[in-house]
Nanobody, 125 residues
Framework: QVQLVESGGGLVQAGGSLRLSCTAS????????MGWFRQAPRKEREFVAA????????FYADSAKGRFTISRHNAKNTMYLQMDSLKPEDTAVYYC??????????????????WGQGTQVTVSS
């Protein structure tokens, strides 16, 4: 079993930055592909970014490309999401998720079997 805990959310003005962290415990972190998803009010949860357990290949939703950077530090069992140039439409609860490597579609929610509790990100205009 893998336990995931997100942190780093908060309130920021448009154009600002936040860095989210996701700390994992319970299993060998590098054996898991990791992803960030978000859910805005009255919308479905959607893919934001993901990173392979080994090799570190990264994947981004179009909405995140050029503004967000996903990374991981396997020795610290931690994944990060650096979010720059934030927009009001980025307001959502952000969830981290883990899937045993290597998943065929790293952008799909159903690939992931471990989820954190979420952290709120609010971007004011």
């Amino acid at each position: 079993q893998v336990q995931l805990v997100e942190s780093g959310g908060g309130l920021v003005q448009a154009g600002g930055s936040l860095r989210l962290s996701c700390t994992a415990s319970g299993r060998t972190f590098s054996n898991y592909d990791m992803g960030w998803f978000r859910q805005a009010p009255r919308k479905e949860r959607e893919f934001v970014a993901a990173i392979r357990g080994r090799g570190g290949s990264t994947f981004y939703a179009d909405s995140a490309k050029g503004r967000f950077t996903i990374s991981r530090h396997n020795a610290k069992n931690t994944m990060y999401l650096q979010m720059d140039s934030l927009k009001p439409e980025d307001t959502a609860v952000y969830y981290c998720a883990a899937a045993p490597s290597v998943v065929p579609r790293i952008d799909l929610m159903r690939m992931y079997n471990h989820w954190g509790q979420g952290t709120q990100v609010t971007v004011s205009s």
